[in-house]
């Protein structure tokens, strides 16, 4: 089939082509077509000029020398707007990444005390290491006696006035003592956040530097904090993720059988939507109204977190949602929170689909409101994919178009599944370093974005990477666009550069690693705090660097600053609103790099964006003599 | 200073944020109450006869170009859309809503949309006026914060380009003595 220029441009996905031009054979609009409608974008907005903290504004100022205001009516210039508003910005992200931890924690709480409906403690190892961590003693006690302990330190960092928060001490030793020196050590996860919504009240703190600096205090507490502990608690509840084979893209729908999607970010409810559809008398259901069976797929990082640990396949990434139910073939999509497009609504209201949403923080027009209790976790899952089962029966056949497109991939490769790959230490991947078969290792994440291509930064970006013998770790959004396009088959290692084709093939491992959800980030700063350690040197001297080729969150910014105050170079691939601020953006590109070992740069092309991280890692080689 | 032919708005594309403050102010300077909140207060509809677009990249606002043989005017089956000395009106009480000049305006910059006329619901044709009836022109111009939008008379732009030229000229002809002679 052949689409037109206008829909072959908004991304390189043909399953994307082929449910666009289905969208608008049906008259039905998409993020892409809203994206569009909203041109142009503010100017002020894309500067991050425009300041709505108080009610004497909004303000805006203008760009240009010779005309317009300079100062909004407090006299704020543009430098404290824009630095106030990027750090909000953190704040959101922080608080988002972080609430999602404190509910694991929350479930841990519960499956401790024996009230988690259905939840145990699946990772045993696991919590003996985090108990170990907190100093809470394990000997002669129960899993569920140690994991109470364990919730409770945990659950404490969120709300504490003094540091340190644990994990951050994970950190090597010269990254915390920076920390240190530059007051930037967090002390409670939340108390950051609310440092920042006090700080850019009208009025309070306008040096930009100084606020700056405390976007970067939250954004530590969010990425060796909030997330970490959200990653590391789910894998106490819920398995740490082992290599798995799995399948991506839309064609993992299936025509005849019951499909439900889970959408949005936490394994909570998503794990007992798995179980619950293995349910005897729900398959006996579902073949009673004649599907063959009852097909649970995932799409952003709650896809991420099922599709790690139980190889459930994955339909797609961000901007792929919305196709995902134009397929005609889906009976329930099932979301938490973050990154759910309220348009699903209206959407889901042209097609049988049921839009449930599940969490008290989530409520969506034209979604039917189920919510989620741990205590009943697995009763409520029931329902919900009962519900979905008995919704079977009004799909329309001949509304059904999936898409053919389904690869496969091997995903799974959290921080211990890779010490496992390498044989129980680091030590050989330390030497594939050394010796340069592989040059150095960059973390590719975040979202998709309408603004570009879709999934074309993400796949050129790692591709040129792995070229280069760079071993590329992903999570997120960047991940299912590599699992897509089969980057994360063993067999991708023909697709690298001579030296980590060798090392994949010696080990059957991909070029490209799959670290998990957007959470799991934090999988990917403990990696390089242990490669670091190893070395004795700190994170900002290893031959490693970051990238969000297509990022749109705040969480996303927020993962920027937490990676950045830990010593990496990471290369931004949409404009974040600060070039109304030159001293803000010198700060971020050029001036972090004296404080804090690492800056952003912002390179919206994917080839000249992985040579900028390949020079950086070759700078980096060169300074440790490799 | 004598006019011979009508103002008009001049856009620097270059100066243009896209941040569609003109829209509003237009839509304002057209409502009873005179302002975005007090019409949105008195749930008067708002109508603006301008609208910011973007074309590769570039943001600029397009209105009405106050065409001297406007296709507007020529098209019009009831003479709704006329021309005055200074600008090309539309009298909506002798709209019909046909949309005919909507198809023939080269910018686009005419639109039907429902409105009330003489106490009636109506569709009926708006465009850009120059603001004639508001004290201090055009409210785009005094709204747009980067100055991106000015009011223009043709024969003053004519004398400031030839002025242009001319200086031009004379300063060429200084570096070059062998034309001079
Ligand atoms: S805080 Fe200052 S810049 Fe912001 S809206 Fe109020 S007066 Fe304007
Ligand atoms: S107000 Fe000025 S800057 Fe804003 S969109 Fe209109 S012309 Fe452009
Ligand atoms: S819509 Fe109104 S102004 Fe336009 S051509 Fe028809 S009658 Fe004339
Ligand atoms: S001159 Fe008046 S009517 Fe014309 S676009 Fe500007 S504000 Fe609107």
């Not at chain 1, 209206?346 to 969490?359: A, E």
């Not at chain 1, 994360?488 to 084709?501: C, I, N, R, S, V």
């Not at chain 2, 509003?24 to 301008?50: F, K, P, Y």
């Not at chain 2, 639109?111 to 708006?126: D, L």
Request: glycine share 10%; net charge neutral; with cysteine.
């Amino acid at each position: 089939m052949a689409y037109s220029d206008k829909i072959l441009k908004k991304s390189i996905d043909p399953t994307v082509h082929q449910m666009l031009a289905r969208a608008q054979e049906l008259g039905l609009e998409t993020a892409w077509d809203r994206y569009e409608a909203m041109l142009p974008e503010c100017g002020f907005g894309e500067l991050g000029v425009c300041c709505r903290n108080c009610n004497m504004g909004p303000c805006r100022i203008s760009p240009f020398e010779d005309a317009g205001p300079k100062r909004g009516v407090c006299g704020a210039t543009a430098d404290i707007i824009v630095a106030r508003n990027l750090i909000r910005m953190i704040a959101a992200g922080a608080a988002a990444h972080s609430d999602h931890g404190r509910d694991l924690a929350h479930t841990l709480l519960m499956t401790a005390e024996g009230k988690g409906g259905g939840y145990e403690i699946r990772d045993e190892q696991k919590l003996q290491t985090l108990a170990a961590e907190y100093n809470i003693s394990t000997e002669g006690r129960s899993k569920e006696e140690i994991a109470l302990d364990l919730a409770g330190a945990v659950y404490a960092e969120f709300g504490k006035q003094e540091g340190p928060i644990r994990f951050s001490r994970r950190a090597p030793r010269k990254r915390v003592d920076l920390w240190q020196k530059l007051g930037i050590d967090p002390r409670g996860v939340d108390r950051e956040i609310v440092e920042i919504m006090h700080r850019t009240h009208i009025g309070v703190d306008n040096d930009p530097v100084n606020l700056i600096l405390q976007g970067l205090r939250a954004s530590i507490a969010d990425g060796w904090g909030g997330s970490m502990i959200a990653t590391e608690i789910s894998d106490v509840l819920f398995g740490t993720p082992k290599p798995t084979r799995s399948l991506a893209n839309l064609g993992v729908l299936k025509a005849d059988e019951v499909n439900i999607i889970v959408h949005g970010h936490e394994p909570t409810l998503s794990e007992m939507i798995v179980a619950a559809s293995r349910d005897a008398e729900l398959l006996a259901l579902a073949a009673k109204l004649g599907a063959k069976g009852i097909n649970v797929v995932g799409l952003c990082c709650t896809g991420n977190e099922v599709l790690m640990r139980h190889g459930i396949p994955i339909a797609g990434n961000f901007l792929q949602q919305e196709l995902a139910v134009i397929t005609g073939a889906v009976e329930a999509i099932i979301v938490d929170v973050q990154c759910i497009m309220p348009a699903l609504g209206n959407l889901t209201g042209c097609f049988h689909t049921k839009f449930i949403s599940t969490s008290p923080k989530a409520k969506f027009p034209g979604a039917i409101h189920i919510e989620f209790h741990e205590d009943q976790a697995y009763d409520i899952a029931k329902e919900i994919v009962r519900g979905a089962v008995e919704n079977y029966r009004w799909r329309k056949p001949g509304q059904v178009v999936i898409p053919d497109e389904k690869v496969e991939c091997l995903v799974g490769f959290s921080t211990e599944a890779i010490l496992a790959a390498l044989g129980g230490s680091l030590e050989p991947l330390l030497e594939q370093i050394k010796s340069g078969a592989i040059k150095g290792l960059a973390g590719v994440v975040g979202c998709n974005n309408p603004k570009v291509q879709h999934d074309f930064g993400h796949v050129n970006l790692v591709k040129e990477l792995i070229r280069n013998n760079v071993l590329v770790v992903t999570t997120g959004c960047n991940a299912i666009a590599c699992a897509k396009v089969g980057l994360m088959l063993p067999e991708a290692a023909a697709q690298a550069g001579d030296g980590l084709k060798v090392v994949c093939q010696s080990l059957g491992i991909p070029p490209v690693l799959h670290m998990g959800s957007c959470v799991d980030i934090s999988r990917i700063l403990t990696v390089c705090a242990a490669v670091a350690s190893a070395l004795g040197v700190d994170i900002s001297d290893l031959p490693v660097a970051g990238a969000a080729p297509e990022w749109m969150s705040e969480k996303a910014v927020s993962i920027g600053s937490y990676v950045v105050s830990s010593g990496i170079f990471t290369v931004l691939g949409t404009v974040p609103p600060v070039l109304g601020s030159t001293a803000v953006t010198e700060l971020l590109t050029t001036g972090a790099k004296e404080a804090i070992g690492a800056t952003f740069a912002v390179e919206p092309d994917p080839f000249q964006a992985a040579q900028l991280m390949i020079s950086h890692i070759e700078d980096k080689r060169a300074a440790l003599g490799l | 200073m004598e006019q011979f032919e009508g103002p008009f708005l001049l856009v620097d594309p270059q100066r243009c944020m896209g941040c569609h403050t003109c829209e509003l102010a237009c839509a304002a300077a057209h409502t009873r109450a005179g302002s975005i909140i007090g019409a949105v207060l008195a749930r008067e509809r708002l109508h603006r006869r301008n609208r910011v677009v973007q074309v590769d990249g570039v943001k600029l606002p397009v209105q009405c170009r106050q065409c001297q043989d406007a296709p507007c005017v020529r098209v019009c089956p009831t003479g709704a859309t006329y021309r005055t000395e200074t600008y090309t009106a539309v009298d909506q009480a002798r709209c019909i809503g046909c949309r005919l000049c909507m198809m023939v305006c080269p910018f686009g910059a005419i639109h039907v949309a429902t409105t009330t006329v003489a106490g009636q619901e109506r569709r009926a044709a708006f465009k850009c006026d120059l603001c004639v009836n508001r004290l201090g022109g055009p409210a785009c111009v005094a709204a747009c914060p980067t100055q991106a939008l000015s009011l223009r008379y043709p024969q003053q732009e004519a004398d400031r380009a030839s002025q242009a030229a001319a200086r031009q000229f004379l300063r060429s002809l200084a570096s070059q003595p062998q034309l001079g002679s």
